[in-house]
């Protein structure tokens, strides 16, 4: 049944906030359209009573509800009271750098925001939000405040629509683009997937506290077929990280995970290659490369926003991206159940996208590309601009992405992270491999020790632990983690350089027993002649690949 904007009636009750700077905070001035508001109202359907039943949040402004009163035809308009959360609050508040995941000191508590208050069994079929948009939109506390607030009224009522007021965007991963049915100017009508809503209010507000328990006993191993959830990976540009997705998409089905692997690579990778990964069990999908406009040509990040076609993989609902580079150790399917973005925190209000739970989208896609130009990543690759995006996430437990980093000289937490790297049964879910990957150096012992700016990377077992993976998969997998000639060159110089140097943890003494040593897949095999020229600056090394040493950026990968 179609209704005209004439037959409309609100339900709820009415306040005025007498505070006035606080108003002030909570207030965007802007004209509203109505004609342009008549044109997307007058699409929906009735779904009660015969009359559109319509909250209104964050208007409150006595003109503001004659305005509404007027438009309505004189039938009176309410609006869902609620109290300004303080002003002291910050941002740094709902996303803080670190909390007490173990709960060893203290249980993590995030600041109270309010909610309005929705009486018992009040059905809506429409709540209406005005957004203040202040210039410093995408980390303001109010903004974020408002935004779910509106969401709570919705999400109690049963509203089946949104009208958000917004000169600025609605956050993408609170209101999906997915469900916007039309927009108008300002004016953002979304269509409301309650049960997906529901789940993101039960959440806490920010990374002040954890998405999902440290532990839960009542976990188990869903055995998925044909499912609508996968975990991803993506290669682009380079072969060098091969060999870490066959071995990641090993540690994963030792964990006893059954969900789809999909891997994105581009045309730099290798038939043998893609040949490889799909015996680990990846289904190889290929993609056109993503460019970094604001990227250095030949830089390590150039087409690290290829990662964006992740969203593209709408033939599933739910993607868990994992870097290559990483471990899982323990089940972690239970993180499907997250909405988008779920990750661990990086640094200051960021999060590691190194695991991340996502939803794909192509309006997400779209989204993503529409702002490259713009916006300005921190640390000029993917990571940086998915949290310019993204900036309300949830904070998993950062055991589910473990960074291989010692942080300080600090002996108790070397003592500790070192525990947990070789602890049996693992205590850690996922084992994020920073620095020098372990396939690129000799299985002895990790190489990070050898490089002076990578040693806060180097745990002999977690590199260990890697290899144990390793050595589980089939021979036939095994050879796409051979070392290249020119590899061990540059492994040999490394060690030169810690011996030189007398390294106190004389790793450049240790004797290399890694059989690989012996094995040469290439034509040119005699990798000691390479040190002969190794830093001329007038041998040009023509006939040579790539190489990756502790100065290697591709090799490496710092926290950030």
């Known amino acids: 049944m179609m209704i005209k904007i004439t037959n409309v009636s609100f339900f709820s009750s009415c306040s005025f906030i007498e ?18 508001v008549a044109s997307l109202l007058g699409s929906l359907k009735v779904q009660r009573d015969g009359r559109l039943k319509i909250g209104l949040v964050n208007f409150n402004k006595r003109e503001e509800i004659q305005e509404w009163e007027e438009f309505l035809g004189g039938r009176g308009s309410f609006l869902f009271p609620f109290k300004h959360i303080r002003e002291d609050i910050q941002w740094t508040d709902l996303y803080p750098e670190w909390i ?15 909610m309005p208050y929705v009486k018992r069994g009040m059905k809506l079929d429409l709540v209406v939000v005005r957004v203040p948009c202040q210039g410093s939109w995408s980390r303001d506390v109010v903004r974020l405040h408002v935004e779910l607030a509106g969401a709570h009224v919705a999400s109690h009522t049963d509203a089946t629509h949104m009208l958000v007021f917004d000169s600025c965007r609605p956050r993408p991963n609170l209101l999906n683009c997915a469900n916007l049915v039309a927009k108008e100017s300002n ?20 990374s002040c506290e954890l998405a999902v328990p440290l532990e839960d006993e009542t976990r188990t191993i869903s055995q998925v077929i044909g499912s609508e959830e996968a975990y991803a990976t993506i290669l682009h540009s380079a072969q060098f990280y091969v060999c870490g997705a066959i071995t990641v998409a090993q540690s994963i089905r030792l964990t006893g995970s059954t969900r789809d692997l999909v891997i994105l690579v581009d045309d730099n990778i290798l038939p043998e290659h893609r040949e490889g990964l799909q015996m680990a069990g990846w289904k190889v999908m290929g993609i056109q490369r993503i460019r970094n406009p604001k990227a250095e040509p030949e830089s390590y990040n150039e087409w690290n926003y290829s990662k964006f076609r992740l969203w593209q993989l709408t033939m599933y609902k739910k993607i868990i991206f994992i870097d290559a580079d990483l471990l899982i150790l323990r089940n972690i399917d239970f993180l499907f159940e997250l909405p988008e973005i779920s990750a661990t925190g990086n640094n200051a209000t960021l999060f590691n996208s190194g695991v991340m739970v996502i939803e794909p989208s192509n309006c997400t896609f779209q989204l993503l590309m529409d702002h490259i130009n713009e916006v300005v990543s ?12 993204f900036t309300w996430w949830h904070r998993i437990p950062r055991r589910m992405n473990f960074l291989k980093h010692f942080w300080s000289n600090d002996t108790e937490e070397f003592t500790e992270k070192t525990r947990l790297f070789g602890a049996d ?56 983690c051979l070392l ?26 240790w004797n290399i027993t890694d059989p690989r040593l012996q094995i040469c897949n290439q034509d040119f095999c005699f990798w000691e002649s390479m040190l002969w020229h190794w830093g001329d600056p007038n041998y040009d090394g023509k006939n040579h690949t790539t190489v990756l040493t502790g100065n290697s950026s591709i090799a490496s990968d710092h926290p950030s």
């Open 378 to 389: 921190y640390n000029g690759g993917d990571q940086g601009y998915l949290n310019e995006i």
């Open 100 to 114: 007490d995941e173990e709960e060893t000191y203290e249980v993590p508590k995030c600041p109270h925001v309010p």
């Open 19 to 36: 505070n006035v700077r606080s108003k002030e905070r909570y207030y965007t001035h802007f004209s509203i359209n109505w004609a342009e």
């Open 187 to 206: 004016a953002w009508l979304f269509k409301v997937d309650l049960p997906a809503l529901r789940k993101k209010l039960a959440l806490p507000v920010g």
């Open 484 to 509: 290249r000639t020119k590899q061990k060159a540059a492994l040999e110089w490394d060690r030169l350089g810690a011996q030189n140097a007398s390294f106190p943890d004389e790793h450049w003494k």
């Open 425 to 480: 049964p693992p205590e850690l879910y996922v084992i994020h491999y920073l620095g020098l990957k372990p396939w690129l150096c000799f299985r002895d012992y990790d190489c990070n020790w050898n490089v002076m700016d990578q040693r806060f990377f180097a745990s002999d077992i977690a590199h260990a632990l890697w290899w144990k993976v390793h050595d589980s998969m089939p021979q036939e997998l095994q050879k796409f």
